[in-house]
């Protein structure tokens, strides 16, 4: 009889203060292979999560939605390895758009700077050289933005577009669910800096309170 095992995000009352216990138990996501199940919990603080192992005929498939579905990408390290992060589909899309809205945030320099203008002053009056460097790796102060539009995933909606990728994916029954080393959104990011950024410590950096 087949099995499956469903994990539970489990809430700290500091995480989530003034909630009662059982709603800061949340469904996760979930596998039919305990091999990933193991996986997974081994990245992840065992205080935060839960697994309650059930058979078929005790779950209702209908609520077992394909991008709630573990699984893993292959990332690489700043170090030069590859890594498998395991995590669902859904989180994956989220960790997407949090990666591009951190370094989007990076850039803005008069919020870096208190509210002064001097660092933007002084990233506006570098050489081109330096400037196209900055703009190759994305750095681009949003201060700027409404005094030079660019043509850029950000002006276009990286959000839309990212989740547009993985709708797509979700077109097809959950019965032919495929394992995909993939990151769908990097399908719809035409800007080489918006997938230089997916590195594995990026995705640890925007999901260090759900590891």
């Not at 059982?22 to 065992?46: C, H």
């Not at 779950?59 to 990332?75: A, G, P």
């Not at 839309?160 to 769908?184: G, V």
Request: proline share 4%; hydrophobic share 35%.
């Amino acid at each position: 009889m087949k099995k499956y095992y469903l994990v539970y995000r489990v809430y700290s009352e500091k995480e989530r203060p003034n909630i009662p216990d059982k709603e800061r138990i949340v469904f996760y996501g979930w596998s039919t292979d305990k091999v990933v199940i193991k996986a997974f919990l081994k990245q992840r603080n065992p205080k935060k999560y839960q697994v309650q192992k059930v058979h078929e005929e005790d779950v209702n498939l209908h609520e077992l939605d394909q991008e709630l579905i573990i699984d893993f990408v292959t990332l690489k390290s700043v170090n030069g390895e590859e890594y498998e992060l395991f995590m669902t589909q859904r989180q994956l899309r989220e960790s997407e758009k949090a990666i591009h809205h951190y370094f989007y945030d990076l850039a803005r320099l008069v919020e870096r700077d208190n509210g002064n203008t001097t660092l933007l002053e002084m990233y506006m009056n570098l050489s081109q050289y330096y400037l196209d460097a900055l703009t190759c790796i994305g750095f681009n102060p949003p201060e700027l933005e409404s005094l030079f539009p660019s043509n850029d995933d950000y002006g276009m909606g990286v959000d839309d577009l990212i989740d547009s990728a993985y709708e797509s994916q979700y077109s097809s029954p959950q019965e032919t669910y495929k394992h995909d080393n993939n990151i769908p959104g990097m399908s719809m990011l035409e800007e080489d800096s918006a997938k230089i950024i997916y590195s594995l410590e990026s995705f640890i950096k925007v999901l260090k309170d759900d590891m």
